[in-house]
């Protein structure tokens, strides 16, 4: 069964401080993995996308890693900020169209003064 | 761009009432999506067009539930008649490319509407 597992469910940190978020996938075929960023009231935006060659990609303070052979990824935030409170949801993409992507159930991050 | 526009932002109804929620992709994206987002399911897609027209709706969970793209730049979901089960944040989001297209495939997301019925 296709399935994306995120953890942990939740997370609060302090500010300045780093912290991982990880995501296990089950999908096959594979075609990408992208890490959403969803504000409390809006809709996700996309952080970074990984196709199975690549083992890590950064976007300012966050950095994604794959390993496509595990089926795992990880997205680790340095020197967290009040505004990196969000959820974050792993989405893998099979390969096809549109409505073969799987979404994770997302990990809240708190980050507090 | 102004993003995806969706409205109303929220809506509260009561059990039975027709509901109608209304989308405005971004100018120039040929893909549109409705999803759903539930603290129990998380974000389920519901449909998607391609050129104005319906490609998969298999995620569209019953009759009750019906969405239309009249135009390039115009998409409603609608519910009738809709239950309490029905309450959750419906997102429309808009794409430039077709999927697949790595990096440039990315789905912006509208602001969402929060719908609740009573």
């Known amino acids: 069964k296709n399935q994306v597992e995120q953890s942990p469910q939740s997370l609060i940190i302090l500010e300045g401080k780093n912290c991982t978020l990880q995501c296990n996938y089950t999908v096959s075929p594979f075609s990408n993995l992208r890490w959403y960023k969803q504000d409390t009231g809006r809709g996700p935006v996309s952080l970074t996308i990984?196709?199975?060659?690549?083992n890590t990609k950064s976007n300012g303070r966050y950095t994604a890693t794959l390993d496509a052979d595990t089926k795992q990824s990880s997205l680790h935030i340095t020197a967290s900020q009040l505004s990196d409170s969000a959820s974050y949801i792993c989405v893998v993409k099979k390969t096809g169209g549109y409505n073969k992507l799987i979404f994770g159930a997302g990990t809240r991050l708190a980050v507090h003064p | 761009d102004a993003g995806v526009i969706q409205s109303p932002r929220h809506e509260v109804t009561e059990m039975g009432q027709e509901v109608t929620l209304r989308c405005k992709p971004i100018s120039g994206h040929d893909y549109l999506f409705w999803y759903r987002q539930t603290m129990m399911r998380g974000l389920e897609l519901l449909i998607y067009f391609n050129n104005n027209v319906p490609i998969d709706d298999s995620g569209m969970p019953e009759d009750r539930f019906s969405a239309k793209m009249p135009n390039a730049s115009f998409s409603t979901l609608k519910i009738q008649p809709s239950e309490p089960r029905d309450s959750a944040v419906y997102f429309c989001?808009?794409?430039?490319?077709?999927?697949?297209?790595?990096?440039?495939?990315?789905?912006?997301f509208g602001p969402g509407t929060r719908l609740t019925v009573l």
């Open positions: 990984m196709t199975f060659s690549e």
């Open positions: 989001a808009s794409s430039l490319v077709p999927p697949g297209a790595l990096s440039t495939d990315t789905q912006y």
